[in-house]
């Protein structure tokens, strides 16, 4: 059963444009979620983080949109640049388990120049 | 660096096997977390320690066991190990009982059962 779903395996986009990742979700327990990043060989670090009392969250060059109605959210980088080339997890969490997150099957960005 | 770390980096075992998996928290993180990543999966929750103690366990198989140390690194044992263990095996830390924004992750444990 995947509560967490990121159903695009890769993405390519273009050094300087906007990179859309999406992560949908089944379970409306959840109510705090988070993107990680991840590169070769290294364990994923925390990107940006939002709960469900907002429908954004700013940090820098990533926004992340969460839309509840749909069970939806989006990571968005602007602009994109070469060093964002990794694979980027989303993840979940509900209160009454905030001991384990659900993470998704991760979405591998290629960013080119 | 996050911090943690996770020995060893990799790992070549038979079937049948038993093997243990170590991880060191970051300085004064009392929680560990266990997760496994097999192949194009997304990383799925094992098992988790706070300050010694089980706080709370996910998808981990009977074969598979936990225990966190009076100095607080922890070691994941897998025994009987099966073809389907080969994974990533990554641990992370908080220094409170929950996964928020500050759990770090380790580097990963790569096992391969041959």
């Known amino acids: 059963d995947q509560q967490v779903k990121q159903n695009s395996p890769s993405l390519s986009v273009q050094e300087g444009r906007i990179s859309i990742l999406n992560c949908d979700y089944t379970?409306?327990?959840?109510?705090?979620f988070l993107w990680y990043k991840k590169y070769p060989a290294e364990g994923p670090t925390f990107l940006i983080s939002?709960?469900?009392?907002?429908d954004k969250n700013e940090d820098g060059r990533f926004t992340v949109f969460l839309n509840k109605s749909a069970k939806h959210l989006s990571l968005h980088i602007v602009p994109s640049q070469p060093g964002d080339s990794a694979v980027y997890f989303c993840?979940?969490?509900?209160?009454?388990?905030?001991?384990?997150?659900?993470f998704g099957t991760g979405t591998r960005l290629q960013v080119t120049l | 660096d996050s911090g943690v770390t996770q020995t060893p980096k990799h790992l070549i075992t038979a079937t049948g096997q038993r093997v243990t998996l170590r991880c060191s928290p970051r300085?004064?993180?009392?929680?560990v977390y266990w997760y496994q990543q097999s192949l194009d999966q997304g990383l799925q929750f094992l098992i988790q320690?706070?300050?010694?103690?089980?706080?709370a366990k996910g998808n981990i198989l009977e074969r598979f066991s936990a225990q966190q140390f009076p100095d607080l690194h922890s070691e994941l044992n897998l025994s009987s190990l099966e073809l389907g263990d080969s994974a990533l095996y990554f641990c992370?830390?908080?220094?409170?009982?929950?996964?928020?924004?500050?759990?770090?992750f380790g580097q990963g444990t790569r096992l391969t059962v041959v």
């Open positions: 993840a979940a969490r509900n209160t009454g388990t905030a001991s384990k997150l659900t």
């Open positions: 320690y706070y300050n010694g103690e089980e706080r």
């Open positions: 300085s004064g993180d009392l929680s």
């Open positions: 939002i709960s469900s009392i907002k």
């Open positions: 992370a830390s908080s220094a409170l009982g929950s996964m928020n924004t500050e759990a770090f």
């Open positions: 379970n409306s327990m959840f109510d705090y």
